[in-house]
């Protein structure tokens, strides 16, 4: 909890920090915030991560220190582990022999540190991160600002999905008032790709597939098209939220091919549509709407499977609906 990582960084004077492979917004923006927030306190600090980070990510401060290696490789006070399911997950293997905090905002994760520091209201890990300056004494610095600002632009979907709450803009605003320029940061996230991504996106639409209801959407991502067009893997970031802008649209998969037979799967889903119970069920994780597990086989055998639990997942939802419908009836509301 809060108040033991208070303490560890009140006691202890040499840190790591490190979030999942294939680092998004929130695991870079919280882990370079929480970088910032111990060198104000003159604290001995390195950001290690098993990737690197995204081009559109280049312009956070302190992205150009990031170490990136397999490993830890040296001993630690402690190791700060941001936004991870389990050990695994930061794809570093030495971590079993550290001191490990875990700082996650995601319920389900596993409770693998000697702290564990879960809170499932914060809209991102960046929010953590923000409430450790506060419980800290730190001075939310313009560092901190951008990097915390990132985190919760980026999982809030732009401020568009369901955790973004009044608390968000209320931190959001002091971010600003700190310094952060919000179209400055916006364009430099989603404004500042290279063309190949364009070409990239093309074709991955043109796969796009719905089921007879309609409400069930899917792409395809294959070695040949990242070939083709020189995209760079990170390119295919967004495009599986391109068929929820249809209206009836309520559940997509992207499936990507990372290597052959293998594929990367993103899901996204709108309500109460539950897509985390999916990609957990192959091992993976997430949140309600947006989550993610990599699979293996076929084309047809990766749609024979998913499809249909996206289908029960909106029928499941469509349930949840009625339900409450009858309920308000029942009740004579
Ligand atoms: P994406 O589709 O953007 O790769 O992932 C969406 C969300 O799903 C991530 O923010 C993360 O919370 C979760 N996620 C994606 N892949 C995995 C995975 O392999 N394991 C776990 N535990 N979570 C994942
Ligand atoms: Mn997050």
């Not at 992205?63 to 570093?92: K, M, N, Q, Y």
């Not at 985190?151 to 955790?163: K, P, R, V």
């Not at 939220?241 to 997509?252: D, F, I, K, S, W």
Request: charged letters at 25%; hydrophobic letters at 40%; proline letters at 3%.
């Amino acid at each position: 909890m809060l108040a033991q990582v208070v303490e560890l960084i009140e006691k202890k004077d040499r840190f790591a920090i490190t979030s999942h492979v294939r680092p998004d917004g929130d695991g870079l923006g919280s882990s370079l915030g929480l970088l910032w927030l111990l060198k104000s306190l003159n604290k001995d600090v390195e950001v290690i991560m098993r990737d690197p980070a995204p081009h559109s990510y280049q312009q956070l401060p302190g992205a150009g220190t990031i170490r990136v290696a397999p490993r830890i490789g040296e001993h630690f006070d402690a190791v700060f582990i941001i936004e991870c399911s389990d050990l695994d997950r930061p794809g570093l293997e030495d971590l079993d022999q550290q001191f490990v905090v875990n700082i996650d905002h995601h319920s389900t994760t596993e409770l693998f540190g000697s702290i564990n520091w879960i809170d499932s209201t914060a809209a991102a890990c960046g929010e953590m991160v923000y409430n450790l300056c506060k419980a800290t004494g730190v001075r939310v610095t313009k560092e901190i600002a951008e990097c915390v600002y990132t985190a919760l632009l980026t999982d809030t979907g732009s401020f568009h999905y369901s955790n973004t709450t009044e608390r968000t803009f209320k931190i959001a605003s002091e971010l600003v008032r700190t310094g952060v320029r919000p179209a400055k940061t916006a364009e430099a996230l989603f404004g500042s790709y290279q063309w190949p991504k364009i070409e990239l996106l093309s074709r991955v639409l043109s796969t796009a597939k719905r089921d007879d209801t309609g409400h069930v959407a899917w792409m395809w991502q294959t070695l040949a098209m990242q070939e083709q067009t020189h995209a760079a893997e990170e390119d295919a970031d967004g495009f599986v939220n391109y068929p929820l802008a249809v209206g009836e649209v309520e559940a997509t998969a992207l499936f990507k091919e990372t290597a052959p037979g293998v594929y990367r799967t993103s899901l996204r889903s709108k309500g109460d549509v539950n897509v985390a119970k999916i990609a957990e069920q192959f091992g993976g994780g997430g949140h309600r709407n947006a989550a993610g597990c990599t699979l293996k086989g076929t084309s047809s055998e990766l749609e024979q499977k998913v499809v249909p639990l996206l289908q029960d997942a909106v029928k499941r939802s469509n349930g949840l609906k009625d339900f409450t419908e009858d309920a308000l009836i029942e009740s004579g509301s």
